[in-house]
Nanobody
Framework: QVQLVESGGGLVQAGGSLRLSCAAS????????MGWFRQAPGKEREFVAA????????LYANSVKGRFTISRDYAKNTMYLQMNSLKPEDTAVYYCAARASGSLNYAASYGYWGRGTQVTVSS
């Protein structure tokens, strides 16, 4: 059974940092791009960051560029999202996802999803 499990969410004050992790199990995601999305209450799920299976290219939403960093540990089959300088508007449930093909920032491209981890940033 394929599983993506997020962890690392929590409550943090504005300006603080969190590191989210996404552990993949049940299959190898070799060749899969992986990404992070988030959904705030009453809003649609939105793209945060993504990276391809190989190569240095990463993609970020403008709202997080310069503050968030996506990375992968291929040996551990784990993806990370380092979030710095957090703002109250970053409050959302964060989801990790894996994608075989399609646009990196398009949620419908992703076939595997985790259940999400809550990030709350207080002002």
């Amino acid at each position: 059974q394929v599983q993506l499990v997020e962890s690392g969410g929590g409550l943090v004050q504005a300006g603080g940092s969190l590191r989210l992790s996404c552990a993949a199990s049940g299959r190898s995601f070799s060749g899969y791009a992986m990404g992070w999305f988030r959904q705030a209450p009453g809003k649609e799920r939105e793209f945060v960051a993504a990276m391809p299976w190989s190569g240095p290219n990463t993609l970020y939403a403008n709202s997080v560029k310069g503050r968030f960093t996506i990375s992968r540990d291929y040996a551990k089959n784990t993806m990370y999202l380092q979030m710095n300088s957090l703002k109250p508007e970053d409050t959302a449930v964060y989801y990790c996802a894996a994608r075989a093909s399609g646009s990196l920032n398009y949620a419908a491209s992703y076939g595997y999803w985790g259940r999400g981890t809550q990030v709350t940033v207080s002002s």
